[in-house]
């Protein structure tokens, strides 16, 4: 079957411009450690790299475009190939596309579990790590991104040590996807699946290390899955690493009924998920 046919399905990558307004979302911790309570990646159980999205192309352009006109303004006599660092990198999914638009790319990670996913990207070089403490050099970046990760921060400590690292006029690129719960069949997907999709475009991270006001570009796109995949991708949410088995056991069974009986998906049938990505940019 196709999308429910009562909602609108969003366009494949075509730039937006507002937004819904959204319920809260549930609170995170303020920084990433090696415990499951702060950190509930380290105890991810390998289906993150498979089954997470990736990021639309415009929304790595976005981030490619600022990070080259930052360098063209305030060095322009700078050589070689830009540099990115790539803060809470997961499974490497934002670096390996940086990389393919021709930046060289340290990737930050304090998760083994996360790192462990990674392919092997020639450009890419892996460092165990915080975004309050990196350990990466002093100006040396023209751009740092949080993908999916700046939610997990101190946005104080991430905002200083982003500063630090960052060249002069340096870009903070802060990127989140989600699944676009303006349509109503998507918002309940993720109410099922506790996805805490909803970071929204009228309120904007607030680092520290006294960057300019920040600017957003969205970007909506659909992804498609099978319903088992989508079942694996709930698996992969920190509210079910963190949740005892029969809160586990419940949160599939209500998948299963939803994608199955309610919405009546056959095994292996394709999905149309429509996403937004938000990508919030700000300089020195």
């Known amino acids: 079957m196709s999308a429910p046919n009562n909602e609108a399905v969003a366009g494949r990558a075509a730039t937006t411009h507002s937004w819904p307004q959204y319920g809260d979302r549930d609170t995170m911790p303020n920084s990433m450690s090696g415990s499951l309570d702060a950190n509930p990646f380290v105890g991810e159980g390998g289906a993150y790299n498979s089954v ?46 940086l990389v393919r638009g021709g930046l060289l790319v340290d990737a930050v990670e304090p998760s083994d579990a996360m790192r462990s996913q990674a392919s092997s990207v020639e450009g890419v070089r892996w460092h165990d790590g915080v975004a309050e403490d990196t350990g990466l050099p002093n100006g040396l ?35 989140w996807n989600q699944m676009a719960v303006s349509i109503p069949w998507v918002h309940r997907l993720t109410r099922i699946m506790r996805s805490g999709d909803v970071h929204r475009p009228d309120r904007p991270p607030t680092p520290g290390g006294n960057f300019a006001p920040m600017t957003l570009t969205q970007v909506a796109w659909e992804d498609r899955m099978t319903p088992e995949e989508i079942l694996t991708l709930g698996t992969t949410r920190s509210s079910y690493i963190r949740s005892s088995e029969a809160g586990r056991a419940r949160m599939q069974e209500n998948l299963r009924w939803y994608l199955y009986d309610h919405l009546g998906y056959a095994p292996g049938e394709q999905v149309t998920i429509p996403y937004a990505t938000l990508v919030w940019l700000t300089h020195l």
């Open 141 to 175: 970046y023209d751009i740092v991104v949080f993908a999916q990760s700046w939610h997990w921060m101190d946005p104080e400590r991430a905002g200083l040590e982003a500063a630090r690292i960052l060249a002069p006029g340096g870009v903070l690129g802060i990127v």
């Open 52 to 97: 997470r999205p990736a990021y639309p192309d415009e929304a790595v352009a976005a981030l490619i475009d600022a990070a080259r006109s930052g360098r063209g303004v305030n060095a322009p006599g700078r050589d070689g190939p830009l540099r990115a660092a790539d803060i809470g990198a997961g499974t490497g999914k934002m670096s390996e596309l």
